[in-house]
């Protein structure tokens, strides 16, 4: 029997029926697009992406971390300052949990732009394996909730 490869928009309406269905927690930014779903008590952020991404992110507002800068004016601070001290206040989280998700094969990386800076952490998916994508989206619940 031949198996026929569908197009990737395909794979992620599947994989994306798949998930809703087994994770109902998931919402959507934009319709069709990415699904994701806060973890904890809303510091990480998980996120399974059209692009076969699987994201788990640690971030915070750069107003919140003016607003935590307790010496000097902070209004006087250009973005990368701030941004230094955004990974300052998200460095305790995410030290626990990048061993866990560095050896599980996610990638690190920084995002920041004027309003936010985010620590992610990317991998891999394969929507032609719906239940081992559902299985990732657990391992990833089950860790960042739990996280110590």
Not at 1 to 6: P, R, S, Y
Not at 76 to 90: I, M, P, R, S
Request: charged letters at 25%; proline letters at 5%.
């Amino acid at each position: 029997m031949t198996t026929v490869a569908l197009p990737s928009w395909e794979r992620w309406e599947q994989t994306r029926s798949h998930l809703i269905a087994a994770v109902p927690q998931f919402y959507e930014f934009e319709p069709g697009g990415a699904l994701a779903l806060d973890l904890g008590d809303g510091d990480w952020l998980l996120e399974v992406r059209p692009d076969g991404k699987l994201l788990c992110q640690h971030g915070i507002d750069m107003d919140d971390v003016k607003s935590l800068m307790c010496d000097g004016t902070p209004e006087d601070l250009g973005t990368d300052e701030v941004a230094k001290q955004a990974k300052y206040f998200l460095g305790p989280v995410v030290s626990k949990m990048r061993p866990t998700l560095i050896k599980a094969g996610f990638v690190e990386q920084t995002d920041m732009n004027d309003d936010f800076v985010a620590i992610i952490f990317l991998k891999d998916i394969d929507f032609q394996r719906p239940d081992e994508v559902v299985a990732a989206v657990h391992w990833c619940q089950n860790l960042l909730k739990n996280r110590a």
